[in-house]
T-cell receptor
Framework: DAKTTQPNSMESNEEEPVHLPCNHS???????IHWYRQLPSQGPEYVIH???SNVNNRMASLAIAEDRKSSTLILHRATLRDAAVYYC?????????????FGQGTRLTINP | EPEVTQTPSHQVTQMGQEVILRCVPI?????FYWYRQILGQKVEFLVS????????KSEIFDDQFSVERPDGSNFTLKIRSTKLEDSAMYFC????????????FGSGTRLTVV
């Protein structure tokens, strides 16, 4: 799997937008960009994924650079509940029982 | 929203004892996984399971580990003879065929080997 690079930690304030960056300069044309997050004492949970176009869902937005070598997860209005470790993961078209591979992720702290 | 359920939430066992960690995946999911996370470290893949057999396993998943889906609903991870270094959070996950990006994880079992 292609490698991703994320900052170890970020901090933001409650009710402000948060932009979490991910670099993936060796991404291949068939790699999807997935974001998962892990709240304290919980298992990882799916946030969003995309291929080329920007994506929005009820949790977040995903902005993908035109060359696809980087992406940004956007939390539009952070709450204390968004404090978690955020993982950016590249996966090719998932076939069969293929696993997710987690890196260290970005630990997001939200200040009240 | 459907959940992956894991029991127990916390298990303490003596070194050398056998433990069985239990998971109830989402009912229409076909692919099942176990991961572990040692305190302060990243989430590590252990094994994937499909159609009643192991699809892939990591180097961590040695002969001490086994998985089973005994009754079509539960998915278990057995550690035959626990070591201190098996202390970790163990997460079960499942995935359906028609939503290939959406792995659903349970809340985990914290295993403490003393």
């Amino acid at each position: 799997d292609a490698k991703t690079t994320q900052p170890n930690s970020m901090e933001s304030n409650e009710e402000e937008p948060v932009h979490l960056p991910c670099n993936h300069s060796t991404i291949s044309g068939t790699d999807y960009i997935h974001w998962y997050r892990q709240l304290p004492s919980q298992g990882p949970e799916y946030v969003i994924h995309g291929l080329t176009s920007n994506v929005n869902n009820r949790m977040a937005s995903l902005a993908i650079a035109e060359d696809r070598k980087s992406s940004t997860l956007i939390l539009h209005r952070a709450t204390l509940r968004d404090a978690a470790v955020y993982y950016c993961i590249l996966r090719g078209l998932i076939q069969g029982a293929q696993k997710l591979v987690f890196g260290q992720g970005t630990r997001l702290t939200i200040n009240p | 929203e459907p959940e992956v359920t894991q029991t127990p939430s916390h298990q303490v066992t003596q070194m050398g004892q056998e433990v069985i960690l239990r998971c109830v995946p989402i009912s229409n999911h076909l692919y099942f996984y176990w991961y572990r996370q040692i305190l302060g470290q990243k989430v590590e893949f252990l094994v994937s399971f499909y159609n009643n057999e192991i699809s892939e396993k990591s180097e961590i998943f040695d002969d001490q580990f086994s998985v089973e889906r005994p009754d079509g609903s539960n998915f278990t991870l057995k550690i035959r003879s626990t070591k201190l270094e098996d202390s970790a959070m163990y997460f079960c996950a499942s995935r359906t065929l028609d939503r290939p990006y959406g792995y659903t994880f349970g809340s985990g079992t914290r295993l403490t080997v003393v």
